[in-house]
């Protein structure tokens, strides 16, 4: 299904919409009017400099999760990555979107 369409309506549905990486959306019914769930709200984005709320997880997996928390700017930038698993195509190759995040 699109993800567009599909947080579209769980907005309508007052369902929290914070996607959690490998599992997916959250989808807890929200009553007081919030975008979020109590649980997911108020997470800031785990990206260096980034003070917007985290909307869900950078879903990259080496051995582990990343799972960082990334704000809805943040994943239409770099795709569902943190910026430090975000990645980009050169040449038909695939890079680190940000080598230097790498030496974090
Ligand atoms: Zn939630
Ligand atoms: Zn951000
Ligand atoms: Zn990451």
Redesign the pocket.
């Known amino acids: 299904m699109d993800e567009k369409k599909h947080i579209m309506n769980l907005k309508k549905r007052n369902r929290c919409y914070y996607m959690e990486a490998w599992i997916g959306f959250c989808e807890r019914p929200i009553s007081d009017g919030h975008d979020l769930c109590n649980k997911h709200r108020g997470i800031q984005?785990g990206?260096r400099g980034?003070n917007?709320e985290a909307i869900g997880q950078c879903d990259h997996a080496d051995s582990l999760v990343c799972g960082k928390p990334?704000?809805k700017?943040?994943f239409d930038k770099d795709g569902d990555s943190c910026q430090y698993h975000a990645t980009t195509y050169k040449n038909g190759k695939q890079e680190y979107k940000y080598p230097k995040m790498r030496e974090w």
Request: glycine share 0%.
């Open positions: 984005c990206n980034c917007n990334i704000c700017s943040c």
